[in-house]
Nanobody
């Protein structure tokens, strides 16, 4: 079973940057076939899509992060990344790594990003 582990969260001031990473463990040779995504959630709100990258490299972004965040993947390392620039307080959330196949979704446990002065 695939296990997803996020890293790179932390506390940063508005306007700062962070780079989140997600590694897919026990994925064998299948990682390159997975769609991957980053989601985030804050208390009192539902989990929302931040960015997706397909197995073919196509990307989608939430309107709130377009122009500031960049999603990427390195299939040789079974890794996915989210470069976050020009961070705003409203970006504060727990960020979750997601992998999706035809039949199942996998989720990481999340990493906390806090943007405040």
């Amino acid at each position: 079973q695939v296990q997803l582990v996020e890293s790179g969260g932390g506390s940063v001031q508005p306007g700062g940057s962070l780079r989140l990473s997600c590694v897919a463990l026990a994925s064998g040779s299948g990682f390159s076939t997975y769609g991957m995504g980053w989601y985030r959630q804050v208390p009192g709100k539902q989990r929302e899509l931040v960015a997706r990258i397909s197995s073919g490299g196509s990307t989608n972004y939430a309107d709130s992060v377009k122009g500031r965040f960049t999603i990427s993947r390195d299939n040789a390392k079974n890794m996915m990344y989210l470069q976050m620039n020009s961070l705003k307080p409203e970006d504060t959330a727990v960020y979750y790594c997601n992998a999706y196949t035809i039949v199942v979704n996998y989720w990481g446990k999340g990493t906390l990003v806090t943007v405040s002065s």
